[in-house]
């Protein structure tokens, strides 16, 4: 049974990855999880600069979903490659990492940074966090905006890139091909939904940053969408990504369209999801007859 | 830390909203620190996802137990569940008390409400026996004092509406004795925030060290997320740190509270 999925030239053991911002940098989960089981490991977003983030509360669980706004904290590049980067690099699998900025010269300049470091699996680009104030979503709500993102990062590396396209447009097929267009070489869908949650006693929201991104398995339908829309407007392969909390959840996103799949807020509340996944999509497999998971992909049956 | 599905020994009302769950856990208990936590997935709460979080009241052999307070759809879920039952803890988690050494500080323990709860194994294993204040609305929301007072030590009881002990708060008392004896005593305290916050000014104003045990929405408990941060000095500034991971356990020299920057 082939697993084995190829995006650009990162090559995964198994289609199963999880979101960038639900796993840390890798190192967090390692007492509980075998990392080397997964296609690879995505870590948080990272810029060029230390960032701070939002205050709290930073997060509020909503009917199956989560609300967050965190304000993509980190260490910036520096201090990823001091911390977290000698306990990465010695993963037999590939590291994801995501990387954003604040101008097109700032996501070319980390894509430049993490190109010299050499052993980097695939840059992904976030191009649609909707909880910073710049940077983040504009990129990726701006057709014009996305293209020099992707073309500018594609001169500054090798490295396979991966554009993680946001949900908030009203047609993602022109921002998926602007991506491709650009050298992407690969495309993430989707990011966290904006949305809000308030506390009707107090009358005030329960984000501190008032609005926040929705994620888990509320979002999953809108993301199956996105994922068919975007695969039917691109070649390239997609990682699929939005509430999948189970196998079956998977597999629905491979059909749709995508090459690979990341596990997001599952991870938070059940940090073996990813494995779960593997051996469900395995199951389904023999169960299906079929021996290479590539066959599932696009596999949606429409029509009589 | 041990991700494990553990079941339920036993399950009891201590008092009003307030509850006490026992698992059987034999590799987690011996894990367990004082001020440490457990992360819990109420498996029976289908729609609300997340885990909570809960200090660990006692460690016993191969059990560990929580005292919550029905506060919500997910205490309200767990109140529900009964022995034999399965239960999702990571565990333990979390930076807790330092326990102090024999010979050192007068451990005083201030806790507010069940906050006691998260106190109840330092002074187990604390060589030195010191004072726990606590304090709470109503007498009902008094716990554990009898489990204190069997470790050998003095309890001192506040409550707003004077139903039990003291009226007043709980800094009242705690004021009073550091007026009396401050040298030579350490400060740890659990409790809603305006408490670790007057306790913060209590330990400086009597130059005592004090250890809080943060509170702040948290979400996955392993350090990922970081949703649970505290704002804690860093240099000339501040930073955001992890009550999960940095914490929950705090010095309380080291938090910039609201306001102050």
Redo the contacts between chains.
Sequence with gaps: MNLSVQLGSLRMQNPVTVASGTFGYGAEYAQLLDLNQLGAVTVKGIRLNPVRGNPTPRTAEVTSGMLNAIGLQGPGVDGFIEKYWPFLRTLAVPTIINIWGTSVEEYAEVARRFDALGGVGALELNVSCPNIKEGGAQFGTDVALLRQVVAACRAATRLPLITKLSPNVPNIAPFARAAAEAGSDALAVTNSVPAMAIDAETRRPRLANVTGGLTGPCIKPIALKLVWEAAKAVQIPIIGMGGIQSATDAIEFLIAGATAIAVGTANFYEPQTAFHVLAGLQEYMERHRMTDVRELTGSLRVGA | ???QTVQILAHERVADQYFRLVLRAPEIAPLVQPGQFAHV?VLPLK?????RPFSIFQANGDTFSILYKRVGKGTEALAQMEPGEPL?V?APLGNGFAVPPRGSETPLLVAGGYGMAAMYLLAKRSPQKGVVFVGGRRAVDILCVEDFRALGWEVRITTEDGSLGEKGLVTQPLQAELQRAAAGSRLYACGPTPMLRAVSRLAEQFSVPAELSMD??M??G????????IRVKSGESW??QRSC?EGPVFDARQIVWEGQS
């Excluded at chain 2, 729609?47 to 885990?51: K, S, Y």
């Excluded at chain 2, 392993?222 to 941060?229: F, P, S």
């Design positions: 830390m041990i991700e997935r729609e609300a996802l997340l885990r999702s990571i702040e929405h979400c996955c392993v350090g990922v997320c970081l949703a649970c941060v930073e955001y991971t």
